[in-house]
Nanobody, 122 residues
């Protein structure tokens, strides 16, 4: 059974860098066909895909956030990490990590972390 768990501070001050980790159990993050993604949901709004890292370590970013976002991984800890720089109050959201399974015809977000609330406030 694959499980994902987000961790990181719940409160970040404006202009600082938000850093969250996602620890994966039940299988290595280097397994082919999977992407490991970060998604967020601001209060009262829909889900926003932020970016992902592939099993080979290739990163993909939402163009609207690319200048402030960095996703990396630590294969020895089976973790991947999100960094969002220069945060503003509008970055307040519940942040989720998720596994993405891809085939030739389908993309499925099949496992999710429980989500972690991050508030940007001074």
């Amino acid at each position: 059974q694959v499980q994902l768990q987000e961790s990181g501070p719940g409160l970040v001050k404006p202009s600082q860098t938000l850093s969250l980790s996602c620890t994966v159990s039940g299988g290595p993050i280097t397994t082919n066909i999977y992407l490991w993604s970060w998604i967020r949901q601001p209060p009262g709004k829909g889900l926003e895909w932020m970016g992902a890292i592939s099993s080979a370590g290739i990163t993909y970013y939402n163009p609207s956030l690319k200048s402030r976002t960095s996703i990396s991984r630590d294969t020895s800890k089976n973790q991947f990490t999100l960094q969002l720089s220069s945060v503003i109050p509008e970055d307040t959201a519940v942040y989720y990590c998720a596994r993405v399974s891809t085939t030739a015809t389908m993309t499925t977000y099949d496992y999710w972390g429980q989500g972690t609330q991050v508030t940007v406030s001074s």
